[in-house]
């Protein structure tokens, strides 16, 4: 390769070098631009490197030093911004007039970085990556842009993005991709014609509400070198509207569009761009691996690689692969490799010598030709040798089960003990499958990760998606696993030894929905949807079926060994959510007879056959079990914040059948995939059904007690709070990971994918920078670690953990794991054995007001804003003898007590036991307070005053009056704010004021046998919160503004404002360890800490003994 040294920028020890070619300056030297090197934002520069508009540069840096590229235009405007690491090209945009590249630099600069010109840089000319996307309004249907051809191109490759049809000369060219960072690339040559050419871009109806999207990137070749390219942003568009018939310019961004900036990443992921636009580098090629070997199935074969490049290869990721050719010519099986000297780095001349390991296991008897990928060629066919399978190998199931080992959640395969760290590459749409997603196998596995998720689709979400997914059930007892078949081969092929949990989303097929539309759910205003009843018993059974035959396809596949676990995904998002729709407000379902026939029957089973049972349960004297009807909407929707058994007893009887049946749905589906697999294997479901919560008119997800108490059932996965990843928010929570440990179950918490690497053009989840991206991810690990529960990482859309920082903290994070699975819990953190059970209602609107004992975790966290929060775990009822027997009783807004809820608070006032009323418990209605009912009730004097304390419904501040979301539906109730009171009981302990008020708040009061605590409100302050925890000797808690979760043998901190000092109260005298930082301290009581905006600490606690064999283990890990 030509180059011309054009100018050296030296900072210190640290050299920037600009090569270029003799043979490319086609553009004027006045209009190149600049490349400014610069230290940091404020730091120094130079101005005297000059890049070429339209050109394409290689980043070099030694190791993984990464740096950014930033474009602007002669006005200083931002063209683009890109993130970059060493082998990545970029393109200099043709309005650029300032390149300013800003280094990682490290503390002691003394590497070379080197950005040089491609000597095949035509490779490339066609993905201009600076396109801009264009946002339509609401209604946008037709996108068009006409273009004139004087001849035909020889070369026409057209990407495309947005939920549309593509049609060019009117003729169906294909759809466009919905996934963030994934293509669709088409030939467009056997549609054009010369003269004039039509592009049009067709959308469905758009019900969701948001602007259209779009993104196209076109380029078209001639004989003579030239090239014409066209983008979305070139502004020759036009668009209809749906109120109008005429077509208008995009040529200016009217006020309702908006340019929404996609590819502003490095090529979003460079492995995005399609290995057949890569041309093929000259090599010379040694192996030692023979002329042909003999192996049994299974058996690895070693050998050693050497390739010579004759060229500069140009690689979209660091990978390569070798190919098993059979004998009818086709490639049986793919192995990649990932070499440590990375390809897009190497240049002319340079050797890459492997050792490499070739897996055999999926391979049938036969003998097979070997051959390197075609874009390396050593001219003679890139052949390596022959391997016979003489033998197929025993392909039986592992067995597996999923165990709490020491603080950790454990999946066990064989009797070897793994943690349940697993990478998630479950995409919705098909076409969010990422391009490539090989490298992000590799990376995922480089990191400790042995598990990963394989998905199937049976067909359509039609409410969600309307798009085609890949199904496998294709018709009336016709399958195509194919689509399966392949993302086992695109996992398998990069790490042969994966353990794979298949996820199964059970959406229905649109065939089937067509072929049986009586079977269809019916909403409340009588019109029927394109989804299934899932009371429809034709629907269930032919359902079960489908998943027995894909048992029974895996349970033959060659990678049946791999496959350790499965879980089902249904319902709306597969969220276990029934039937709903995008309306507003939306419709309440299911009124078709199917669920009427199922409602009568449980209703049968629950009242015992007795007529007069059900009567006087909804107090309605005419009622029969064959006149029963499904509560209306009216009913359903309710005219209070809390469901009177008194009067709504028929709402909610019909929503505990919905739970019901959602349940027995869980046990049927389980129970058809066992049958095909003829053997037992662990299962669970997505978004486990934890609660019995009233939604749009019905229980979404059922009481855990049927399931947890089935053995069967092992594990459930869900994320933990996409909101909360900013710096000054709270980060993760699982609280009812203690439950399923208290039943021998596994909570898997699903991590989103944002991070500094590549983000939704939208920012639906927030931007974040490197450090936000490092912070978030640290303070969420550390308290995963403290809950003990499994994770995965969903990677939606690819390539958002490309970074070796990111890597590092993954690493980190599955060695702890390790590390702590064989360290037996410390009780005095550990949520469960405080034994606190929550009587009544808890902050939503519940299907009950009857007082339903269910464990929870006691509040320990002190934010900003301090409060008393009880995180609710999961419903269940005392006569479980799984759960010990409960000794700290909340009670929380007991509304429209009766004598009998009454007699069973009493009953709890015994045998030592502690109840912690709060709010109003007591009332009949929140605007009938009464001062003398509290008091009766909690044992403690309390009186009527004015200010006084809060006491109404929520505790949701608002001047005169609340909004309470009352039937979720768009509507609120207006409540008034209720009367106030103070402590007045000189036999009580007060402990604390309400805010600024001097009157005392709250009180805790010991009789002989109980102890009573009052709490007037939801967020009382730090001070309370301190002498709770103390009375109760069991929880770690602070006046600090963090975020404090414990469990296990972990304490976790986490700072979300600028500065914090504070201390830790240990419920005893422990020594410690900081496992970040690997700071040790004695023994001791209260732990006092420094922070900084999003930094976390996370203590190892113990003995003195144990501290240090935890920090011998944790080198020996790291």
């Known amino acids: 390769m030509k180059r011309i040294f054009a100018s050296q920028v030296c900072f210190g020890l640290l050299c920037i070098s600009l090569f270029a070619e003799d043979a490319v300056q086609h553009v004027a030297v006045e209009r190149s631009p600049y490349l400014i090197v610069q230290k940091d934002v404020s730091g120094e520069s130079r101005e005297d490197i000059r890049v070429v508009p339209g050109k394409f540069y290689r980043l070099e840096t030694p190791g993984e030093l990464s740096a950014q590229v930033i474009f602007t235009d002669q006005d200083a405007k931002l063209i683009n911004r890109l993130e970059l690491q060493s082998g990545q090209v970029f393109r200099v945009p043709l309005e650029c007039m300032r390149c300013q590249l800003q280094v990682a630099w490290p503390e002691t600069p003394s590497t070379l970085r080197v950005v040089e010109i491609s000597d095949r840089a035509e490779a490339f000319s066609w993905l201009d990556w600076n396109s801009w ?128 900036e996609l590819f502003d990443k490095p090529w979003v992921a460079p492995s995005a761009i399609p290995d057949d636009l890569l041309p093929p580098c000259p090599i010379e090629l040694k192996s030692d691996y023979g002329e042909k070997r003999h192996a049994v199935s299974g058996q690895t074969q070693k050998f050693s690689l050497q390739i010579k490049f004759q060229g ?51 391979l049938s008897p036969g003998t097979y030709t070997l051959r390197l990928d075609r874009r390396l060629d050593d001219g003679h066919g890139n052949g390596l040798g022959e391997l016979e399978i003489t033998e197929a190998k025993e392909n039986n199931p592992l067995k597996t089960s999923f165990e709490v080992r020491g603080c ?76 399966l078949d392949d993302r086992m081969i695109e996992l398998l092929s990069v790490v042969p030894d994966a353990k794979i949990i298949l996820k199964l989303v059970g959406d229905n097929p649109g065939w089937w929905i067509k072929a049986h539309p009586d079977e269809r759910v019916v909403w409340d205003d009588g019109s029927k949807h394109q989804q299934p009843s899932w009371a429809s018993l034709l629907w269930q059974r032919d359902t079960c079926k ?37 309306k507003s407000p939306y419709n309440f379902c299911d009124y078709s007879q199917h669920i009427l026939k199922y409602f009568q029957n449980w209703l049968i089973d629950k009242y015992q056959n007795d007529q007069e049972k059900l009567r006087m349960a909804w107090n309605q004297a005419d009622v029969s079990f064959e006149t029963v009807a499904i509560p209306s909407r009216e009913e359903r929707q309710g005219k209070s ?185 410390l009780h005095c953190l550990d949520p469960e054995v405080v034994n606190v059970t929550k009587v009544g209602t808890s902050l939503h609107k519940r299907v009950n007001t009857q007082p339903d004992l269910h464990q929870v ?47 069973l608070i009493e009953q ?27 008091s009766s009730l909690t044992g403690i004097n309390i009186e009527e005053a004015s200010p006084g304390i809060d006491l109404s419904l929520m505790a949701w501040n608002t001047s005169q009056e609340r909004e309470i979301w009352g039937d979720l539906c768009g509507k609120t109730i207006h409540a008034p704010n209720a009367k106030r009171f103070f402590v007045n009981d000189s036999d009580a302990t007060v402990i604390g004021s309400y805010k600024a008020d001097p009157q005392p708040a709250a009180a805790i009061k010991k009789f002989p046998d109980w102890t009573s605590i009052y709490l007037p409100c939801a967020y009382p302050s730090g001070e309370i919160l301190d002498q709770i925890a103390s009375l109760f000797q069991v929880h770690v808690y602070t006046n600090a503004s963090v975020y404090v979760h414990t469990g296990g043998r972990l304490v976790s901190v986490y700072c979300p404002v600028d500065e914090c000092s504070g201390s830790l109260k240990l419920p005893e005298m422990l020594a410690g360890c900081e496992v970040f930082s690997g700071q040790v301290f004695a023994p001791t009581s209260e732990l006092k800490f420094t922070m900084q905006l999003g930094e976390t600490k996370l203590f190892f606690l113990g003995s003195e003994l144990e501290v240090k064999n935890f920090q011998t283990n944790l080198k020996t890990a790291f």
């Open 133 to 260: 996307n264009m946002a339509g309004p609401i209604g946008a249907g037709l996108v068009r842009r006409n273009f004139h051809l004087e001849q035909l191109p020889e070369y026409a490759v057209g990407r495309f993005w947005g939920r549309c049809d593509v049609l060019l000369n009117d003729c169906l060219l294909g759809k466009a991709s919905q996934g963030y960072v994934n293509s669709y690339y088409y030939d467009l040559r056997p549609l054009l014609k010369p003269g004039v050419n039509n592009l049009l871009l067709k959308y469905p109806d758009n019900a969701s509400g948001k602007p259209q999207v779009v993104a196209v990137d076109i380029e078209l070749r001639y004989a003579s070198g030239e090239s014409t390219i066209i983008l979305a942003s070139d502004g020759a568009w036009e668009y209809q509207d749906s109120a109008n018939a005429n077509w208008a310019p995009l040529s200016t961004f009217q006020p309702c569009w908006y340019k929404a």
């Open 312 to 362: 500069m290869p140009f690689f979209a990721s660091n990978r390569f692969a070798i190919d098993f050719i059979n004998q009818d010519g086709r490639a049986s099986w793919r192995q990649w490799y990932f070499p440590v000297d990375d390809l897009r780095k190497m240049k002319a001349g340079e050797c890459l010598e492997m050792e490499l390991d070739l897996a055999t296991d999926y």
């Open 408 to 483: 950790i959640d454990s999946i066990v395969v064989e009797g070897q003990a793994m943690p349940a760290a697993i990478y998630h590459n479950a995409p919705y749409y098909k076409s969010h499958i990422p391009r490539n997603v090989e490298d992000n196998y590799w990376l995922m596995r480089q990191s400790g990760h042995q598990f990963f998720t394989v998905t199937g689709f049976f067909g359509t979400d039609i409410v969600k998606t309307n798009t085609d997914r890949g199904s496998v059930w294709i018709g009336p007892d016709q399958y195509d696993f194919s689509s």
């Open 546 to 582: 489908a998943i027995t035959e894909l048992a029974k396809h895996l349970r033959k596949s060659p990678w049946c060994k791999q496959i350790v676990a499965w879980y089902l995904s249904a319902g709306y998002d597969g969220q276990w959510f029934q039937p709903t729709n995008y």
């Open 641 to 825: 914040y809390y469901l009177d058994p008194k009067v709504n007893q028929n709402v909610i009887d019909f929503a505990y059948c919905q739970a019901a049946l959602t349940n027995q749905l869980i046990a049927m589906f389980a129970e058809a995939f066992r049958l095909g697999w003829e053997a037992d294997i662990p299962f669970g479901t997505y978004y486990m059904p934890y609660d019995v919560t009233y939604f749009n008119g019905q229980a979404q997800r059922p009481s855990d007690d049927a399931i947890l108490d089935d053995s069967s059932y092992n594990f459930a996965a869900a994320p933990l709070g996409y909101q909360k990843h900013g710096l000054n928010q709270a980060g993760t929570s699982n609280p009812q990971h203690y439950s399923y440990s208290l039943n021998n179950k596994i909570r898997i918490g699903e991590d989103d994918t944002r991070t500094f690497r590549s983000q939704p053009h939208e920012g639906i989840w927030g931007n974040f920078d490197s450090f936000g991206t490092l912070a978030g991810m640290r303070r969420n690990i550390a308290q995963r670690l403290t809950s003990g529960g499994g994770h995965w990482y969903y990677d939606m859309y690819g390539h958002w953990y490309n970074a070796p920082s990111i890597q590092a903290l993954f690493k980190k994070e599955v060695n702890l794991m390790n590390v702590l699975s064989s360290w037996a819990k």
């Open 857 to 903: 975790h006691f509040a320990k966290i002190n934010q900003s804003k301090p409060g008393f929060q009880v995180a609710e775990v999961h419903l269940r009822h005392l006569d479980h003898a799984k759960l010990p027997k409960f000794k700290i009783y909340i009670f929380d807004d007991l509304f429209a007590l009766d004598s009998n809820d009454r007699k």
């Open 908 to 934: 709890k006032k015994q045998n030592g036991n502690v109840l912690l009323f709060t709010h109003a418990s007591g009332f009949s209605d929140c605007r009938t307070l009464d001062a003398k009912n509290i």
